[in-house]
């Protein structure tokens, strides 16, 4: 008979007392152990993408995509009285 813990290692996790109780209520309403919310939760994570992120000025602006840094500079002075 092969033990349930084949192929997993042992590791603690500290937790506050909030997400203790939290993980004791989910546990208990779902029927699993603790251990087993917590690979569930480990194995449902995915990290945030870079790519899937949303800016606020993304399209808000049209233009041929030139550079103000690309503008000389005393043409840039002009309209401030220079």
């Known amino acids: 008979m092969v ?3 084949a192929g997993m290692r042992k590791t603690s996790v500290y937790l506050s007392d909030e997400l203790a109780d939290r993980l ?3 546990a208990q309403a779902s029927g699993s152990s603790q251990a087993e919310v ?3 939760a480990i ?10 992120r949303a800016f ?3 399209g808000c ?7 103000v840094a690309d503008i000389d500079e ?3 002075l002009r309209g401030f009285g220079a």
């Open 56 to 58: 606020a000025l993304d």
């Open 3 to 5: 033990p349930y813990t």
């Open 74 to 76: 005393d043409e840039l």
């Open 43 to 52: 194995a449902a994570y995915q990290l945030p993408s870079a790519a899937d």
């Open 24 to 26: 004791a209520r989910l």
């Open 61 to 67: 602006v049209s233009g041929d995509g030139s550079s």
């Open 38 to 40: 917590l690979r569930a």
